[in-house]
């Protein structure tokens, strides 16, 4: 049987009947420098950050579903884009950062931008170094995180046994944070 080579990029998969379209990225990226991707929750918009590699940043981008209306919405020269969540109601997108570096446990930054990709603003650090990503609440009001405590513990940017964290939630409109798990 012959099969195709595989196509690296960024695809949507149709689970009812597997189908599936590639959506092309812009020029200036590379498939291999995507970094992450959601879709909205009405299906209509796309949320994806790219790279061009270590010590390049990256940038968020959004699209239409169809792969069309392709603008970048947020770019940053100093970190990588780990993570997109779009609030259940659609109004916002969460994501975070981590340092542009090679330490494997830096911490990230959790940010909020809406659902035009305006306005984005930083709201609390966390924990970088596992790939965890914020989960919103129903009611897309909070976000829940995993925290880094002992930052000034320079051991735990390189052995993972060296992190304590905890799960955290903030108040994305006024930015209060609170301890979920002790």
Same mark, same amino acid.
């Given at each position: 049987? &012959?099969?195709?080579?595989?196509? !690296?990029? /960024? @695809?949507?998969? =149709?689970?009812? &009947?597997? +189908?599936? %379209? ?6 200036? +990226? ?6 992450? $991707?959601?879709i909205s929750p009405d299906g209509r918009t796309i949320a994806y950050s790219v790279t061009r590699g270590l010590g390049f940043?990256?940038? *968020? ?12 919405? @947020?770019?940053?020269?100093? %970190? %990588?884009?780990?993570? /997109?969540? @779009?609030? !259940? &109601?659609? +109004? ?5 950062? /981590? *340092?542009?570096?090679?330490? !494997?446990?830096?911490?990230?930054? /959790?940010?909020?931008? &809406? ?6 603003? @930083? *709201? ?6 596992h790939g965890q990503q914020p989960v919103w609440s129903h009611d897309a009001r909070r976000l829940y995180f995993v925290a880094?405590?002992? =930052? ?7 052995? $993972?046994?060296?992190?304590? +964290? ?14 979920? %798990? !002790?």
């Amino acid at each position: 049987v &012959d099969q195709e080579e595989p196509v !690296p990029g /960024l @695809w949507l998969v =149709y689970t009812g &009947d597997g +189908s599936h %379209v590639r959506i092309p990225l812009p020029h200036e +990226s590379v498939p291999e420098g995507l970094m992450a $991707a959601a879709i909205s929750p009405d299906g209509r918009t796309i949320a994806y950050s790219v790279t061009r590699g270590l010590g390049f940043g990256s940038a *968020i981008w959004l699209c239409d579903s169809d792969g069309g209306n392709q603008r970048e919405v @947020w770019r940053d020269e100093t %970190v %990588v884009v780990g993570s /997109l969540e @779009w609030a !259940p &109601d659609g +109004s916002r997108v969460a994501f975070t950062t /981590l *340092i542009d570096s090679p330490v !494997p446990f830096a911490e990230a930054g /959790l940010w909020v931008m &809406d659902a035009q990709g305006q306005d984005a603003r @930083w *709201i609390a650090r966390m924990d970088g170094g596992h790939g965890q990503q914020p989960v919103w609440s129903h009611d897309a009001r909070r976000l829940y995180f995993v925290a880094r405590e002992n =930052y000034e513990d320079g051991r735990a940017d390189r052995e $993972a046994t060296a992190l304590v +964290s905890t799960i955290r939630m903030v108040d994305v409109d006024s930015g209060k944070e609170g301890t979920m %798990v !002790p």
